[in-house]
């Protein structure tokens, strides 16, 4: 837990002179001697191997989707490195067809997703974060409970078919707008706030809305940052729910349009992507592009969740 | 455990209620109503997340009955006829698909826990190990990545990696060797499953083996350096029995997950290598039961399935308990 904590203080600090002293320490932990020259060796080669074997992929795509066309076919698929930079597979996938459509249902399911699963996070962790109220131990063991098992495929399906949300965006947000994971860690977080704060705020007369909404939600803006954007990665790479619930293509959010288009290889036409079919680019460099922009959003949120991962997590894991 | 029992302290003044003014009680003695009303704030403000948790999760348990109908979607459960356990002589009559379904989810859950299972503890140890922070926390930053990109992302990327027009084979070609057929091709299928499992997840699941690597006592390792003990012996003797608990509660956790091997994963790759070899329990379920309407037979495969899975969980941890582990969960 302190790993990231530490480290990036030290970090910030920078000096040559506080680095000394807890750089030493690994070696002591680690005991009679630092790791020997073969041991080194070996753990740096795979380490980097295991680094390069991520990164690489992510490079290709990039790198073929905007690589010119003829560079693309000559080379049959992928390209490592673009010799002049195109954007017109982007141009095309962005011109209203398909694609332009199932990134707007993705980003409305995302942020609506998002919205309504804090919302309920967060006053249901509230709840059981008051202990000692009326069937508090009841409901946190439903909670908890919840973790267990899962439904399963069919009843789940019956579910969702019973409350008409068949073939409706909601299908893809409902369902799993509220994690019981999530709830425990927000539910720990609350119950760690000094009680002093929250009983002075009552002696001068603040109700339960206003302990939560002027005490409770200021003090934990971390964690609800870390669990909108896991929540909000989860939505935006929903795949099962859109391929149980929803059989109109037109409602199709982004993963769905990745799957026909990319990994089962359908040819995209232009009417597929809404223009005149006088010259489409490769195929491959159609399909990169559609993946980068699917990779993007993570891409860019990833440094903020990576920041405060660790800490969230753990506070579920020990205190759930 | 009912309501009521566990009001230990009522909390004082959790609402704005009349009772607010009195002095909080120390006792149950109040009614439940009375502690219901006073706390009817609280309780709107789980009204909405529990909804869902009891629709989604425990309303939808219900659903389970139609294992026991020949259902029929039309009908609805209430019309649709019961036909006792009938739909369950699937599991015994040797079906083939089933029987099929059941061969290779094993396969694959067994090809996870012995190569997927241990990877994150190995990669943790090395992690761990790295003297600078730096390096360590590029080199995490990196690895964990995957773990964030959805399965149809990361089917699409070892397709364009492996696949026949891929990065390997371009490679391969353009030096005059032979291309090798990984994508669709059932003979290796299982091999590349298992490293995408690895590809995606390995990183991230090192989070918590680094967390306890953290928190082993230090003075441990160097008592056992006075005593002599070399790096590999400190490894044996200290490292592993720190990380021991949090192994056993990842396993058990894997263990009652043994039937779930992956349905996105599987789902989006059975085109390309057929059924034979890429159906498991829940693509089964999802392919006979939603897509080609056999609901009651699918229905009592899934229940089965969550039934034994449980039994697992609960069976592991008891044994973990037996051992003086601490298991996932007491009581």
Known sequence: ?320 | MTAGVDERTGSPGTSAAPEAEHPPPTRPTVPWWKRMWRDRTVLLFALPGMAVIIVFQYLALGGNVIAFQDFQPYLGISKSLWVGFENFQILFNGDPEFLGALRNTLIITALQTVFVFPAPIILALMLHSLVSNKVRQLVQSVLYLPHFLSWVIVVALFQQVLGGAGLLNNFLRANGWEPIDIIGNADVFYALITSQVIWKDTGWATILFLAVLAGIDKSLYEAAAVDGASRWRQTWHVTLPGMRPIIIMLFILKLGDSLSVGFEQLILQQDAVGIGVAQVLDTYVYNNGVVGGYWGVSAAVGLVKGLVGLVLVLMANKIAHMFGEEGVYKA
């Open chain 1, 1 to 320: 837990m302190s790993t990231t904590t530490t480290s990036a203080t030290r970090e910030g600090s920078g000096k040559s002179t506080r680095r000394i002293a807890p750089r030493r320490r690994p070696r002591v932990i680690d005991g009679v001697a630092t790791p020997g020259p073969v041991e080194s060796t070996l753990k740096g080669i795979i380490l980097t191997l295991a680094c390069a074997v991520v990164i690489l992929p992510f490079v290709g795509v990039f790198s073929t989707s905007l690589a010119s066309p003829e560079q693309v076919i000559k080379a049959g698929g992928f390209v490592l490195f673009p010799t002049s930079i195109d954007f017109t597979a982007y141009k095309m996938i962005f011109s209203g067809g398909v694609v332009t459509r199932a990134l707007g249902v993705t980003a409305f399911v995302t942020i609506i997703g998002t919205t309504l699963s804090l919302a309920l996070t967060a006053t249901l962790g509230w709840a059981l974060s008051r202990r000692g109220s009326f069937a508090n131990r009841p409901l946190l063991l439903l909670v908890l409970i919840s973790l267990l098992f899962g439904p399963g495929i069919i009843p789940s399906y019956l579910v969702v078919e019973r409350l008409g949300l068949l073939d409706t965006l909601w299908a893809l947000i409902i369902p799993t707008s509220v994690s019981a994971f999530n709830v425990v860690v927000v539910r720990a977080f609350f119950v760690q706030l000094p009680q002093e704060i929250l009983d002075s705020a009552k002696v001068d007369g603040a109700g339960e809305l206003q302990l939560f909404l002027r005490i409770a939600l200021p003090l934990s803006k971390p964690v609800f940052a870390v669990i909108g954007l896991f929540y909000g990665v989860g939505y935006w790479n929903a795949f099962f729910n859109a391929l149980l619930y929803l059989s109109d293509a037109s409602k199709w959010p982004l993963q769905m349009v990745l799957r026909t288009y990319v990994v089962q290889d359908t040819q995209l036409g232009g009417q597929d992507l809404g223009i005149d079919t006088a010259s489409l680019p490769p195929q491959t460099s159609l399909q990169m592009a559609i993946l980068v922009v699917s990779i993007v959003p993570v891409l860019v949120v990833y440094p903020f969740l990576q920041r405060h991962f660790a800490k969230g997590m753990l506070t579920g894991a020990v205190k759930g």
